[in-house]
């Protein structure tokens, strides 16, 4: 059974317009979340991260927001670029646990068209 | 460059073959692992090692054999695997394998393996 969801497969946005990933999960131990972003022939790379004591955390064009009650995070890129075409991978776990304690979504391919 | 290379990028096996997979972080990471990710699937961690010491195995076929020689390098063995195992092998390193703030995981990009 999967714990974390990203059930929108793939998302197509206008260059400039804003994009809105979702994350919903199912433990609610949870409380760590993170953003990964994967080109093709390239391994994931970080994005940002969020702790459970927080409800929003932002770096630059990219805001990651959680819902604890809902067990939702979504990641916010404003505005989209055509380079943020990728793979992006919700990943979730226990903080001060183990990283290899992390559970991976299956991914939301993003499409951003000039 | 991501700080962790693998090689090779892609193999093809026989099914009666042994090869290896590498891994090298240039990052001085305590933590290494191993991910898998098949189609449609989600990543999912395989072997877990810190400071050269194995802490995790998820439950893996024997069939896939780790070695962890020093913090900086790691190897994924391979021999009789299946078609189903065709996939894209990940390497990975952090500084420890707490998940704390800071404390990212790097990943490598990938091999590509193809079973026939």
Known sequence: DQQVKQNSPSL???????????????NSMFDYFLWYKK?????????????????KNEDGRFTVFLNKSAKHLSLHIVPSQPGDSAVY??????????????????GTLLTVNP | ??????????????????????????????????????????????????????????????????????????????HTLQPEDSALYLCASSLSHRATSGNTIYFGEGSWLTVV
Not at chain 1, 89 to 106: P, Q
Not at chain 2, 3 to 26: A, F
Not at chain 2, 33 to 42: D, F, I, V
Not at chain 2, 54 to 63: A, G, K, T
């Open chain 2, 1 to 78: 460059e991501t700080g962790v290379t693998q090689t090779p990028r892609h193999l093809v096996m026989g099914m009666t073959n042994k090869k290896s997979l590498k891994c090298e972080q240039h990052l001085g990471h305590n933590a290494m692992y191993w991910y898998k990710q098949s189609a449609k699937k989600p990543l999912e961690l395989m072997f877990v090692y810190s400071l050269e010491e194995r802490v995790e195995n998820n439950s893996v076929p024997s069939r896939f054999s780790p070695e962890c020689p020093n913090s900086s390098h790691l190897f994924l063995h391979l």
């Open chain 1, 39 to 55: 080109y093709p022939a390239e391994g994931p790379t970080f994005l940002i991260s969020i702790s459970s004591i927080k409800d």
């Open chain 1, 12 to 26: 197509s946005v206008q260059e400039g317009r804003i994009s809105i990933l979702n994350c919903d999960y199912t």
């Open chain 1, 89 to 106: 991978f919700c990943a979730a776990g226990l903080s001060g646990g183990s990283n290899y304690k992390l559970t991976f979504g299956k």
